[in-house]
């Protein structure tokens, strides 16, 4: 399954829950089908377990399924010719939901549609009859049986004998009540008022013949709060918001359209919103930029208007799906209020030929007026390109990293920067427990990849370290523990605090540095561990969060 730009794998048995003898949840009308019934078991191990799968979004499943972007929108507010827009995104490989809201759950309106449930739309024809050319749609409900009874159904539906045998043949028509219906794109706007769309990405391959899905680039990203200056919102997305660089030059190829403009979707996708039962409200801007311009400066965000702006929204994930004239634009994906924490994930769907890139900050040569924005881990901890040199040095020779080596790197990284001297706090059991927490192969060491996961994370937390070591001393004071968690995302209670007092802190009751980044790597872990057995996001297993946390913790 697609997480956060990463595929998981999720491995079963094929042990299903029955009860007399059939099947308790997701079952094929084929006595011998079962592959559907083992990928919910996979999804519902990954959610958590089955109760996590009830009354979910169908968009985010698709994009858990397939790597794909969604976008929902009301059937209203499509003003664009609605069989031009459905047969395209076909074209491109989007799936396709619909469902009709007014009503209550899973009852049937006069002419079998069931509200609030989930269909699929699975073609777009031009059909043509004895009057004429008529638009009819094909729409799947998945639970079969119900189908609509209304013009152009399975059953003694007389619109079909205005068409001929051959065109019944080319549509693969089939009359039987097997949950799949024609209708006609008007009733189809009359009885469904919600659709929910999944574009794809090269993510899955080659879909199918003459499917055509979006190029994708990903970046991943956080915000980190209080590190840069402050300000009104608009110049703050200089000083607090990372940019990226939209190049557009390939005009679409629609035919009979003069308008040369290029499509594109941007997607940005908060991460763990869930697990940390915290909601941001992102926004997502995007500026016209001169042809040599690679980024904006606060001045400029200040004189600019966004050309394109989303609504902001606490959803897992935003989108701007637009086209504009060729040229170049920068996007700037940023929190509704200032000083939140989160981490995030941009990607960026462009026709081929057209790219999306981070955009370079102006160098020291090409700044006047401009003020450039750093970061406190800059002054502590060594650049990327000097972290792999350390990392091949200190690894062994089939490029692991053992505790032991892992206790080497990081000492040697500190020595020179801001927080050179804390290295002799930064144990040996320290770096045990990274290895543990980091490795994803279960071998007891870590490889460049995840190391390189371990760094990002710990350029993130020094941000955060060095922002509240306001004393300078290479320790947290107790009292600056918790606003330096919270800023990192975690909340935690009086008895957690208490906790970390006992179990974390050094004889003066201050956390060292390599002492924070244990925390929190400690932190993270845990309650990742804990969402993976949280039965629907409710905060409780067989014992409550705080408990599992101070349980857990003190390990």
Not at 181 to 200: A, G, I, R
Not at 344 to 365: D, I, M, Y
Not at 489 to 501: A, M, Y
Request: some cysteine; proline content about 6%; aromatic content about 10%.
């Amino acid at each position: 399954f697609w997480q956060y730009g990463e595929w998981e794998e999720v491995r079963v048995d094929d042990l299903l829950p029955t009860l007399g003898n059939k099947l308790v949840y997701l079952s094929s009308p084929e006595r011998n089908e079962f592959w559907s019934s083992l990928l919910e078991k996979a999804y519902a191990k990954l959610k958590g377990g089955y109760r996590a799968l009830e009354m979910g979004y169908p968009h985010e499943a698709m994009v858990d399924m397939t790597g794909g972007v969604t976008e929902v929108f009301n059937l209203p507010l499509v003003s664009m010719n609605l069989p031009e827009l459905l047969r395209n995104l076909l074209a491109k490989g989007a799936l396709i939901n619909c469902a009709n809201g007014k009503g209550p759950l899973e009852q049937k309106n006069e002419l079998g549609i069931l509200f609030k449930h989930a269909y699929s739309m699975t073609a777009v024809e031009r059909v043509n009859t004895s009057n004429g050319f008529v638009d009819l749609v094909r729409i799947l409900n998945p639970w079969g049986n119900t189908e609509w009874t209304g013009p152009w159904s399975d059953i003694n539906s007389g619109e079909w004998r205005t068409v001929s045998p051959e065109e019944q043949s080319r549509l693969n028509r089939v009359r039987r009540e097997d949950g799949e219906f024609w209708m006609s794109v008007f009733d189809f706007q009359l009885n469904f008022d919600m659709v929910e769309v999944c574009h794809l990405t090269q993510a899955l391959g080659e879909p199918g013949a003459g499917v055509k899905p979006w190029n994708c680039v990903m970046h991943h990203g956080d915000w980190v709060p209080n590190i840069s200056a402050g300000g009104s919102h608009k110049s703050s997305l200089y000083w607090q918001n990372p940019q990226f660089l939209l190049d557009l030059t390939e005009v679409d190829f629609v035919p009979g359209n003069t308008t040369k403009t290029c499509s594109f979707i941007v997607a940005l996708m908060q991460k763990y919103q869930r697990l940390r039962r915290i909601r941001v409200h992102l926004f997502l801007h995007i500026y016209p930029a001169h042809p040599k311009t690679t980024f904006l400066s606060s001045e400029d965000l200040l004189k600019i208007p966004p050309i394109c702006y989303n609504h902001y929204s606490s959803g897992r994930e935003v989108i701007i799906h637009s086209s504009l004239h060729p040229g170049r634009y920068i996007i700037i994906p940023s929190t509704s209020e200032p000083n939140q924490h989160g981490e995030f994930l941009l990607r960026v769907l462009t026709e081929p030929g057209n790219s999306a890139t981070p955009a370079q900050k102006p160098t020291p040569h090409d700044v006047s007026l401009i003020k450039e924005p750093s970061y406190p881990h800059q002054a502590a901890l060594p650049s990327l390109v000097s972290i792999r040199q350390l990392f091949n040095k200190h690894s062994d020779k089939k490029g692991s990293c053992k505790p032991l080596n892992l206790h080497r790197l990081l000492s040697e990284a500190l020595q020179g920067g801001v927080l050179a001297g804390s290295e002799k706090y930064l144990s040996l059991e320290h770096c045990k427990s990274l290895v543990v927490l980091m490795d994803s192969h279960g071998i007891a060491r870590l490889d460049w990849d995840d190391f390189e996961t371990l760094w990002n994370k710990i350029r993130k937390w020094t941000d955060i370290f060095l922002v509240y070591d306001t004393n300078k001393t290479h320790h947290l004071e107790y009292r600056e523990v918790e606003p330096a968690l919270k800023a990192a995302g975690i909340t935690v209670n009086d008895l957690l605090l208490q906790l970390v007092g006992l179990r974390y802190t050094e004889p003066d009751l201050t956390i060292s540095y390599p002492g924070f980044l244990y925390l929190l790597m400690k932190l993270e872990t845990m309650i990742h561990k804990f969402q993976a057995y949280d039965m629907m996001g409710q905060g409780t297993i067989t014992i409550s969060y705080s408990q599992w946390l101070h349980m857990t913790m003190y390990n």
